[in-house]
């Protein structure tokens, strides 16, 4: 496969129309709180169906990319983070907007979340394909290893309590198992008579009814509530001048550097990203006191690392099968349903499918920032819609996404029930995305673990093997306990402290 027929793929007219559709969605699904790039993602997997492999991928990742940016919009304007990824944005972004310097304050936003978005592509096009040849080697064990350590820390790495991590995870690994066997294909597992169940639960219903529809509840409750009126001086173009550019260079590339590691870590994503480039950089900064009170370096920090996080988490996804955050939990799964297969066979059996990919991410960088810097008091203007209008638009589309998938209402039911159950889980503290992520990964691990067993005629025999499998395998189950230690420590040290 030529890379001439990759970038005709890519920069042929409809595949950059999807592109800025993405991107102009995933902006809007960003910045205005309350939603978030997964629930953009999940509204267009019942669409993907019709389309060309190469007109989905752009349309993914350029909601993938506008999604990670487009929080900082309500962040600086409003102090409200559209997404986790740009909770840290706010410290900065707010003061300076409160001193007259919104536009400022979105032109550092903007271009800092391009040279982030930019600098991980770069990565992503050195090293998911290094990776993949490596892993070429990989046998049934291997996969199974890395998978499940993948799991594993993508669970416990997540903020918040660990062990409720563990106990959603579990139960989206259980939710592979029902339905018909893998393997043998004739087993008919917990479907306890209903036919509907024998080929499982779909992707799309999941993320659909644990992620977007618990949103649109628990804001409900404040669908009558009045938005604040936004002003923001006009500008043609929100960009920085060379003189700011050549200021703030350091820290766009540290902020770069740490997003693409933080990216490649399973389970962390943006919203850590964001918070360890601020810390990061107020640690670097020769005037650290400034922080908090509108510093241009406050903003383009935390700005660079998440947008970093994309073409980073995108490595392990394109080059293991492994996604490195929710957000391509939701990406592998669409490849999944277009029969595409991630990981390193993906370069051997569809390699037009994994540069396209590639290039994807690279190009929607550019056209976010273009379309960012052009539409910002749009997008301000946005986030003063009232919600007794978003909230129901997004509600259909949801429930005729659900529909759209097999045209069966039975998919409707059970993603009402995964509502009721993601409702309980975010207003409990038990976070969803490792139900994702146990989703996506169990099906792969169980698969694998058979393949495994069968091959070397026993677990036992598994487990004796020198291989990179059985390392990860071990990783996987002292991992647990070492963060729990770690936990368990800390909020003794705390309580000792407050004490």
Known sequence: ??????????????????????????TIFGCIPGLSTP????????????????????????????????G?????????????????????????????????????????????????????????????????????????????MALILATFLMKGDPLKGMITMLIGVLMTTVGLSPIDGVATRFSFGNISLKNGFDMVALVIGVFAMPEIVKNAGS????????????????????????????????????????GILPGLGGGPACLMGYAMEKRFSKNPDSFGTGNPHGIAAPESANNATVGGALIPMLALGVPGDTNTSIILGAFTLLGIST???????????????????????????ALQSVSIPWLVKMLSVPNTYLLPIITVFCVTGCISLNNNVFEVYYMLVLVFIGYLFENNGYPVAPLIIGFVLG????????????????????????????????????????????????????????E
């Open 72 to 148: 900082l919009v309500s962040a600086i304007m409003l102090k409200i983070p559209g997404s986790s990824a740009a909770v840290a944005t706010t410290f900065d972004g707010y003061p300076m907007a409160q001193k007259g310097e919104g536009a400022k304050a979105m032109s550092i936003g903007v271009f800092a979340s391009f040279v982030g978005g930019t600098f991980s592509s770069l990565m992503l096009m050195i090293f998911a394909t290094t990776l993949a040849k490596l892993a070429l080697g990989f046998g049934p064990w291997e996969y199974f290893g890395t998978a499940l």
């Open 1 to 26: 496969m030529n890379w001439s027929t990759i970038f005709m793929n890519v920069f042929n007219p409809l595949s950059l129309v999807c592109m800025c559709i993405g991107v102009v969605m995933g």
């Open 443 to 498: 099906g792969i691990i169980e698969t694998n673990l058979r393949r495994s067993i069968t091959y070397y005629g026993s677990f036992q025999s598994c487990l004796t093997r020198v291989s990179i499998g059985t390392l990860f395998f071990w990783i996987s189950i002292i991992a647990p306990v070492i963060f729990i230690a770690m936990k368990i420590w800390k909020n003794n040290y705390r309580r000792g402290k407050s």
């Open 343 to 369: 990981g390193p066979i993906m370069l051997q059996n569809n390699p037009e499918v994994f540069r396209t990919t590639i290039l994807a991410v690279f190009v929607a960088n550019f056209v976010m920032f």
């Open 223 to 262: 669908i009558l509530k009045l938005k604040p009126e936004i002003k923001l001086e006009k500008k043609r173009f929100y960009t920085l001048p060379l003189k700011d550019i050549k200021e703030l260079a350091g820290t766009l590339i540290r902020g770069s550097i740490l997003g693409t590691i933080v």
């Open 39 to 70: 629930i953009a993602l999940a509204l267009v997997l019942p669409m993907i169906f019709k389309m060309d492999t190469s007109l989905a991928i752009c349309l993914m990742m350029g909601i993938y990319c506008g999604g990670v940016s487009g």
